[in-house]
């Protein structure tokens, strides 16, 4: 696999990634701005731009550890691929 394969795949999970994150968020009644405040983040801010993958924020697997406990949903549900 060439490394432009590999940058464009490793997207594809990051936007799945954000995409999941914002489903089950939703899914569970959360603003971004509530769910942003229970992981230990001062505003919605930079969750909001990882959901949306504005400028390339993303979310790192501490945030995703945190999100997963929080919306009590399995971290592996947030790498699925549509």
Do not use: C, W
Not at 40 to 57: H, I, P, Q, V
Request: hydrophobic share 40%; charged share 30%.
């Amino acid at each position: 696999m060439t490394n432009e394969e590999l940058e464009v795949y490793s997207e594809e999970i990051l936007n799945a990634v954000s995409s999941n994150v914002k489903k089950y968020r939703e899914k569970r009644g959360y603003s971004q701005m509530q769910l942003a405040l229970e992981i230990g983040m001062s505003s919605g801010a930079y969750l909001g731009r990882a959901e949306l993958r504005k400028d390339n924020y993303h979310f790192n697997i501490k945030h995703l550890a945190k999100i997963s406990k929080v919306l009590d949903v399995p971290i592996a549900s947030f790498f699925k691929l549509k």
